[in-house]
């Protein structure tokens, strides 16, 4: 099959945006054969590919991209799975606009090629994978957690050699990729299969197990040869102003894992119940924000999202931010909330107007305050998605050195202040991506098992300061 050159991207089919905030079914259904290959036969195979530098796990994708051209789609995963465990996922979340496809020549010209879409082609249409030979080494190693950093450090692990068990606090695996993103984005079987592989390859798995409360980090260090923690980052953040304790008020943590973990979209058929606001104040311009949106306006909410930033500071894909317009999700830039309204319930939601100013650390134009610029909105329902910060359980519960707001100090091989201990994701303190946590969780991999071969030197040097 031959296709002509195309400059421009090939469509992703999608629900229609009047269907499908009726439902929680994917929104994006994915390419066929024919529009795989020929959106694969835009790939120039350019001899010094960037694309590789703009992927944190450094996936060969013009490789997977030719054999997908070539309709070798088993081979494109097997190449994929050489670096990446969770294609599937990484095919759908991933911001690859910021990434690889940022890199891709033709992004110069029109629009690059859709890495992340073929990425998701190739996972999705896996026929067969082989499990390889492995040979066992004796070590034993604790995973804590089980989010894209932690299952991504288990398989590396198992494929090694080494026995691997992943410790769960919750009753069901996948961290933030199942209680934090909502499955019309993921679906959870998506996340259930990945994790299948990963069982497959030997890591065995036990859930309800709180790591610093059930079972102590010492007892843990005391059974295995090494640890590795990538728990994330589970603790909401708040704004601080008058109101916030009103009934109404939701973290984004708390509606989403209502919604994605507990089902509560089925209620009464489930257990969990959760509030059908008329109107929805979501507070937040990231990801997670557009989630917490987006879920809410598939429970019948009118919803508007208010950012103190303008839309080009917005950290929120441009794909789910497009997909939340389409859906008649209302933005309010360059505002700030000041103050919730209401005596026991929410009544509205005041805030203030801003400016942007002079760059701030992160690269972005600081929000300044504009005077006597107060006005209010009513709402019944507000949605706080302003960041997460650590869970301080573990931390607190062991003597590992911890750093600005909890996370847990590493050095540049992921080893904590205890030598046999490493870490990884967003409870080392960055706000890391799905596939930036995943290559933590392989980098510490590697440290860990130059550690156990007693080629990672514990002379003191190695240890965070």
């Known amino acids: 099959m031959q296709f002509k050159k195309n400059k421009m991207k090939t469509s992703m089919p999608q629900q229609k945006p009047e269907e499908r905030i009726k439902n929680f079914d994917e929104v994006n259904l994915g390419y066929d ?14 001899k010094k590919p960037v694309c590789i530098d703009g992927c944190p796990v450094k996936i060969n994708i ?41 890199k891709c020549i033709l992004a110069k010209k029109k629009q690059a090629v859709a890495i992340g879409y073929l990425e998701r082609f190739a996972g999705d249409n ?14 034993k190693i604790a995973v804590v957690g089980s989010g894209p950093s932690s299952l991504t450090c288990a398989a590396k692990l198992a494929l090694m050699g080494h026995n691997v068990k992943l410790f769960e606090a919750l009753h069901k695996t996948g961290g933030v ?62 704004m601080h102003i008058p109101g916030e304790n009103l009934n109404g008020v939701y973290s984004a943590n708390e509606f989403l894992t209502r919604i994605n973990l507990m089902k509560a979209n089925e209620f009464p058929k489930t257990k969990t119940p959760i509030k059908k606001a008329k109107k929805t104040i979501v507070v937040g311009g990231g990801n997670v924000a557009i989630d917490a949106a987006r879920t809410a306006r598939r429970l019948g909410s009118d919803v508007t999202v208010v ?7 917005m950290p929120g894909r441009i ?15 360059l505002t700030n909330p000041t103050k919730i309204l209401g005596e026991k319930i929410v009544t509205g939601i005041e805030c203030q107007q801003m400016m942007l100013g002079e760059m701030d650390s992160s690269g972005r134009r600081t929000p300044l305050p504009i005077e006597d610029s107060e006005f209010s909105l ?31 100090d590493v050095n540049e091989k992921y080893q904590t202040s205890n030598p046999k201990i490493f870490a990884g994701g967003d409870v080392i303190g960055q706000e890391a991506t799905v596939i930036k946590a995943m290559a933590d969780g392989k980098n510490a991999a590697s440290a ?12 003191g040097s190695n240890r965070a300061e």
């Open 319 to 333: 794909e789910e931010i497009e997909h939340a317009r389409e859906e008649g999700i209302n933005f309010l830039m």
């Open 378 to 408: 009513e709402c019944d329902q507000v949605i706080i998605a302003i960041g997460q910060g650590i869970n301080p359980l573990l931390a607190r519960n062991s003597e590992l050195r911890t750093g600005m707001r909890g996370s847990i």
């Open 33 to 46: 054969e024919k529009s795989a290959i020929k959106e694969a036969s835009r790939c120039l195979q350019c």
């Open 126 to 139: 896996e026929k067969s994978f082989d499990i390889p030979k492995i040979k066992k080494i004796s070590k």
């Open 62 to 102: 013009p490789k997977f991209i030719k054999q997908i051209k070539d309709k070798k789609f088993n081979d494109a995963i097997k190449t994929i799975k050489e670096q990446n465990f969770l294609p599937k996922v990484c095919g759908r979340v991933c911001p690859q606009e910021t990434q690889c496809e940022e």
């Open 177 to 238: 990729l199942r209680y934090g993103i909502p499955e019309f984005r993921l679906p959870k079987k998506i996340v259930d299969d990945e994790i299948n592989y990963i069982k497959k390859l030997g890591v065995e798995i036990e859930i309800n197990a709180v790591i610093g409360r059930t079972i102590s980090l010492d007892e843990l260090s005391n059974e295995y040869d090494a640890i590795f923690i990538g728990t994330g980052a589970g603790l909401p953040y708040f």
């Open 448 to 459: 860990i098992d130059a550690f156990l071969r007693g080629e990672l030197k514990d002379d």
């Open 307 to 313: 950012y103190r930033r303008s839309f080009d500071e």
